[in-house]
């Protein structure tokens, strides 16, 4: 049986040709796209908030997730199987899958491209706390075993298969880009740097140390006007504003554990989820002052805004839901009974901490 088939229990059946449509009937304003650790892909429709069929993405543990600029590709990272889902988003069939190596987590997919982390040398369960003997412990075990960087994986959607690797650092975590679209930008938590690489070369062209500012670099995002990046310091509840030549300009106080982050669609505004601090706060994109701070749930790190700009999703990992409130914060729903939310996309594409249109 092939294992890809959309979960019956909300799928829409075209009587006529047989097909299990992986969207929900009602699609006018479009499609979310939850990726669920310890499930698979939930669907959302964007006119009632509902859920629909789920995506059967098979591999174990979808974690990375992102579609291609025309709709017709959704692709999943599968921690356990160590690749890359590629599903027809008409159908919610798997069509490909595409060998990434192990513990593949971040994907941010740009033209026919999806750029993919992941660690060679990836240990189980929670990272230590910086500074702690645990973590020194690790980074010493590390040095001894000679152990490898993790890596981008650069996939050709239009081929189907990995035609490049971008060595990063330790942990690389968080994915944007320069803005004439010739560099990629990565976040490297255990190494607590960031990273600039030539994307046709691959070549390093700068590093930027991050700790003077605080620990764990993770969320990453340039501005609209290309004049900025923002990147969160997870451990030490600050983010730090960097200028086009990566220079710190910015450090700004967040609440507890700031991960995901975006600017709006006009880059007036800033967003970033709060891990611990169960919370979206919003900041002036470009005083970076706290305007707001909008309730969600329990480890909310990945949030996107609806394509017309109206609501946001967040996917809270910990409280086990899917949290959609109005651009002003107000609760609309939530989404109960998920099984460990990661990430959340949109089709159309739309604004958000995984995405960009």
Not at 21 to 32: E, K, N, Q, Y
Not at 154 to 170: C, F, N, Q, S, Y
């Amino acid at each position: 049986m092939n294992p890809t088939y959309l979960s019956p229990a909300r799928t829409v059946v075209l009587a006529a040709c047989g097909l299990a449509l992986a969207v929900p009937a009602a699609a006018d304003r479009g499609i979310a796209y939850v990726s669920n650790q310890k499930g698979n892909v939930a669907t959302i429709s964007l006119e009632t908030f509902e859920l629909g069929a789920e995506i059967d993405v098979g591999g174990g543990s979808p974690r990375g997730i992102g579609v291609t600029a025309d709709g017709r590709l959704l692709v999943v990272a599968a921690r356990d199987s160590g690749d890359l889902a590629v599903v027809d988003r008409a159908s919610g069939r798997v069509v490909r899958r595409i060998a990434i190596g192990k513990n593949p987590e971040f994907v941010r997919v740009r033209g026919s491209k999806a750029f993919v982390s992941f660690e060679p040398a990836s240990e189980s369960g929670p990272p230590p706390k910086p500074g702690s003997p645990e973590a020194e412990a690790l980074r010493r075990q590390r040095e001894a075993d000679k152990a490898e960087p993790a890596r981008i994986a650069v996939v050709d959607l239009a081929v189907g298969r990995k035609t490049a690797e971008i060595v990063g650092g330790m942990e690389t975590e968080g994915i944007e880009f320069s803005a004439d679209g010739r560099a990629i930008v990565v976040t490297n938590e255990a190494d607590e740097n960031l990273s600039v690489h030539d994307i046709a070369s691959g070549k390093l062209l700068q590093k930027i140390d991050t700790k003077p500012y605080g620990h764990r670099p993770r969320g990453i995002k340039l501005a609209p006007d290309g004049r900025h990046y923002v990147v969160t310091l997870e451990h030490s509840n600050k983010l730090i504003v960097l200028d086009a030549k990566f220079k710190v300009v910015k450090i700004v106080a967040t609440g507890d554990t700031p991960y995901g982050t975006a600017f709006s669609r006009d880059g007036a505004r800033l967003y970033v989820a709060l891990a611990k601090g169960k919370a979206l706060q919003v900041f002036d994109g470009r005083s970076y002052e706290r305007l707001a701070e909008y309730p969600l749930g329990d480890r909310c790190w990945h949030f996107t805004f609806t394509p017309d700009d109206s609501h946001v999703l967040a996917a809270c990992g910990r409280s086990n839901e899917v949290v959609v409130i109005d651009a002003e914060g107000r609760l609309v729903k939530r989404l109960a009974d998920q099984k460990m939310p990661w990430g959340v996309v949109t089709y159309p594409k739309s604004v958000g901490s995984l995405d960009a249109p």
